[in-house]
């Protein structure tokens, strides 16, 4: 088998493209959090702790020197993806809670019995003549 079709093969499987599918969601998934968070949730936090925008906190280690720029530690904006991630984190776990009750319920629901088979019915309808 050459790799080419190999690779086809591998490529056309259902979990190939839907963990593709997965990751594009997520990204943009990802961007519309983070948003949020940047817009939405930390300007009002910022003005609860005295008009702080979160994103010019930082630290500055070394002040800049000629042509070299100031190395700063910017812990406002690592503070913003913190908060992004616990907030896609909680969604997640929010969405997977809901799927497994999904299939608990699915589980729990008992199966219709199976209709018997043509033979079983005959064989049912010659026991029921042998008896009488």
Known sequence: M?????FKEFAVKG???DMAVGVIIGTAFGKIVSSFVADVVMPPIGVVLGGVNFSDLAITVKA????????????GKFAQ???DFAIIAFIIFMVVKVINALKKKAEAAPAAPAE????????TEIRDLLKK
């Open 2 to 6: 050459s790799i080419i079709q190999e």
């Open 15 to 17: 979990n190939v493209i």
């Open 64 to 75: 800049a020197a000629g042509e070299s720029p100031a190395v700063i530690v910017a812990y």
């Open 81 to 83: 993806t913190v908060i």
């Open 116 to 123: 018997p088979t043509r033979d079983q019915v005959l064989l």
